[in-house]
């Protein structure tokens, strides 16, 4: 990433122009499973047996995330179809509900531990024991902080630099947490609410973590190392099993150069979003959070400027893009920028 007028301007290198090269992945993103805890965050046991099931019997190979970080970093050739489960948040029906799904199918999955939760023992996380009994069924256990702050929330008074030092404690103590209670010590994280800067992305890289985002999309070896790897979460807001279908067979956007004007607003704006691809077949197609199908002007050498009608929404939203695969009906290349915007007054919007 570099500042170049003003712009973020991430460039990458593309060497993946069709499906079958296989230099990609999916990481599915999960939090509950279960029916009686917020619809934001949960997906039924139904469903999500359903989704195994897709994964089984559609012909996906379900790794671990060490096995596909080792591979993408190494520039080694993977099946197409390779799909990661994750979990966030360490809930206890991870443990109780799906473990024994995918043991059943024998997949096996990443949880993001926020370690204070776990070590007060609060009601409706797991406990160390529980991790633990995971860890033996080949779990791997990764950060998701100690307490699940906002990291872009910081604290009055503080300057930049001491709310870094701030947000080291956390993510070091919760990695200090995992590895003193269960030996593991991946050094990937998952941003709590999927939120995060410039500054805080360029630090964690700094710190040796890899990090993983909550905005969708297929990942390869850039995509990885860009500091918030793509993840698809998947709630009962998100749950047709078309929609599943769409996004588990995905492939990363073939992007040479983006530029884009940051990640956090305080004001009602419209952000514009520039996009070069490499050589490709199809239209690209893009959405807005809330504003439905959006405006995609295309220029010469590939080049896309996507900007909403309207301003995006306070809050979490994102501008989502699909590509559609050459020769493969059904399958899409998929990307996604997340954007963030305080109220007016400049002040938060509170979590639903």
């Not at 050589?279 to 896309?304: E, M, N, R, W």
Request: proline content about 6%.
């Amino acid at each position: 990433m570099c500042l170049v007028n003003g712009l973020l301007i991430a460039v990458h290198g593309w060497a993946e122009p069709v499906a079958n090269s296989a230099h990609h992945g999916v990481i599915l993103q999960y939090h509950h499973i279960a029916t009686d805890t917020p619809a934001s965050t949960s997906l039924s046991p139904k469903v999500f047996r359903q989704h195994l099931e897709i994964l089984k019997t559609e012909g996906y190979h379900v790794w671990g995330l060490p096995e596909l970080v080792t591979a993408l970093r190494a520039e080694q050739a993977v099946p197409d179809r390779v799909v990661v489960i994750t979990f966030d948040d360490a809930y206890d029906d991870i443990a109780t509900t799906a473990a024994p799904l995918l043991n059943e199918f024998g997949y096996p999955f990443t949880v993001f531990v926020s370690t204070d939760f776990v070590d007060r023992k609060q009601h409706g996380y797991m406990t160390w024991d529980q991790l633990r009994a995971l860890q033996a069924q080949d779990v791997t256990l990764a950060n998701h902080t100690r307490s699940h702050l906002h990291l872009l929330r910081r604290d009055e008074g503080l300057s930049d630099r001491d709310w870094l030092q701030a947000l080291r404690r956390e993510i070091d103590g919760a990695e200090q947490r995992i590895k003193a209670e269960t030996g593991q010590n991946w050094r990937y994280f998952a941003y709590p609410y999927g939120e995060a800067d410039a500054a805080i992305i360029d630090a964690l890289q700094d710190w040796g973590y890899l990090g993983f985002g909550q905005q969708s999309g297929a990942l390869d070896k850039r995509l990885l190392e860009s500091g918030m790897a793509p993840r698809f979460p998947f709630n009962e807001h998100y749950r047709e099993l078309a929609d599943f279908r769409v996004k588990a067979s995905s492939l990363p956007l073939p992007v040479v150069q983006e530029t884009f004007p940051g990640w956090v607003f305080a004001e009602a704006v419209i952000p514009e979003l520039r996009l070069q691809l490499a050589d490709h077949k199809g239209q690209l197609t893009c959405f807005a959070s809330g504003q439905g199908p959006i405006k995609v002007l295309s220029k010469p050498q590939h080049v896309y400027v996507i900007k909403a009608p309207k301003p995006v929404a306070v809050g979490r939203s994102r501008y989502n893009c699909t590509l559609p695969v050459a020769g493969e009906a059904g399958r899409f290349h998929w990307y996604s920028r997340m954007w963030i915007r305080k109220r007016d007054d400049g002040s938060w919007y509170p979590e639903p």
